[in-house]
T-cell receptor
Framework: GAVVSQHPSRVICKSGTSVKIECRSLDFQATTMFWYRQFPKQSLMLMATSNEGSKATYEQGVEKDKFLINHASLTLSTLTVTSAHPEDSSFYIC????????????FGPGTRLTVT | GNSVTQMEGPVTLSEEAFLTINCTYTATGYPSLFWYVQYPGEGLQLLLKATKADDKGSNKGFEATYRKETTSFHLEKGSVQVSDSAVYFCALNEKDGGFKTIFGAGTRLFVKA
């Protein structure tokens, strides 16, 4: 099956700094990528949807200036958490959908962000 | 809008017990339905899926049938193992919803030896 990777798997940063998370589709071209956030013991909440070459569409309540999403190529999307604060600490998961007609999304393994 | 409701956990079972995790959905069109599993500290893995009414998805002894008349997609396994301990998410994905996957709240399963 298709594989989606994320890097880094874990990151610790200081409050006020920015951190970038990469999401890559390794063996298919991802026309659409999704970014989710998961709080401890809770479900996944969709943050934004990005299509290759266009601006991301953010869900209601998600600050687009704080969570910068770039989908510059068919295999790479990045999420940058700007001026991170402890409340941004969370598990961030990306998923990607291939160009072929399919309703299936392939999920990355997640990135655990801790802001101290 | 589209939504998924699944039974609250945690569910605690003894090894070899029968498992049912209920899931119902609300959708405007004809969604595909999924069960994902998340092991501690890991990302999501697709467990099984069904794309149309009456389809049965199955994998690793788990199965679920897409019931349009009851808008349900209950997860079942005849004999659970300790290694099945994880969080299970029911989800739907619909073209009319922009292919966004909507997740249920998740049900944590503990299996005791």
């Amino acid at each position: 099956g298709a594989v989606v990777s994320q890097h880094p798997s874990r990151v610790i940063c200081k409050s006020g700094t920015s951190v970038k998370i990469e999401c890559r589709s390794l063996d298919f071209q991802a026309t659409t990528m999704f970014w989710y956030r998961q709080f401890p013991k809770q479900s996944l909440m969709l943050m934004a949807t990005s299509n290759e070459g266009s601006k991301a569409t953010y869900e209601q309540g998600v600050e687009k200036d704080k969570f910068l999403i770039n989908h510059a190529s068919l295999t790479l999307s990045t999420l940058t958490v700007t001026s991170a604060h402890p409340e941004d600490s969370s598990f961030y998961i990306c998923s990607a959908r291939g160009r072929e007609v399919s309703y299936e999304q392939y999920f990355g393994p997640g990135t655990r962000l801790t802001v101290t | 809008g589209n939504s998924v409701t699944q039974m609250e956990g945690p569910v605690t079972l003894s090894e070899e017990a029968f498992l049912t995790i209920n899931c119902t959905y609300t959708a405007t069109g004809y969604p595909s339905l999924f069960w994902y599993v998340q092991y501690p500290g890991e990302g999501l893995q697709l467990l099984l899926k069904a794309t149309k009414a009456d389809d049965k998805g199955s994998n690793k002894g788990f199965e679920a049938t897409y019931r349009k008349e009851t808008t349900s997609f209950h997860l079942e396994k005849g004999s659970v193992q300790v290694s099945d301990s994880a969080v299970y998410f029911c989800a739907l994905n619909e073209k009319d919803g922009g292919f966004k996957t909507i997740f249920g709240a998740g049900t944590r399963l503990f299996v005791k030896a």
